[in-house]
């Protein structure tokens, strides 16, 4: 079986910075894609960020290109997710999401496409 974790999650103060990372145990082969998704209680889980690990490809959602980053380590099923210049906007619960088949520009943002998640890590920005 597989399991994703995500940690890092905390308060942080608007302007600031965040790394989340997210490591899936439970098996040896490489996640093509894994991504980012964030979910506000009451509202439905939006797309955040995704890589692709083999082609190094990243997507990111229009409310965090340029402030957030993501990255990742093949070998050892990790993915991060460096968070920038924070806004109140940004506090919901972030989940990480993995698949071993490829997903483009337009797939890699549904959840669809995704066969594994983590719990989530509570993420909360003070204005």
């Known amino acids: 079986q597989v399991q994703l974790v995500e940690s890092g999650g905390r308060l942080v103060q608007a302007g600031g910075s965040l790394r989340l990372s997210c490591t899936a145990s439970?098996?040896?082969?490489?996640?093509?894609?894994m991504g980012w998704f964030r979910q506000i209680p009451g509202k439905e889980r939006e797309f955040v960020a995704a890589?692709?690990?083999?082609?190094?490809?990243?997507y990111y959602a229009d409310s965090v290109k340029g402030r957030f980053t993501i990255s990742g380590d093949g070998p050892k099923n990790t993915v991060f997710l460096q968070m920038n210049s924070l806004k109140s906007d940004d506090t919901a619960v972030y989940y990480c999401?993995?698949?071993?088949?490829?997903?483009?520009?337009?797939?890699?943002?549904?959840?669809?496409?995704?066969?594994?998640w983590g719990q989530g890590t509570q993420v909360t920005v003070s204005s």
């Open positions: 999401a993995a698949t071993f088949r490829s997903r483009g520009a337009t797939t890699a943002t549904m959840i669809s496409e995704y066969d594994y």
């Open positions: 890589i692709s690990s083999r082609s190094g490809s990243t």
């Open positions: 439970g098996r040896t082969f490489t996640f093509y894609t």
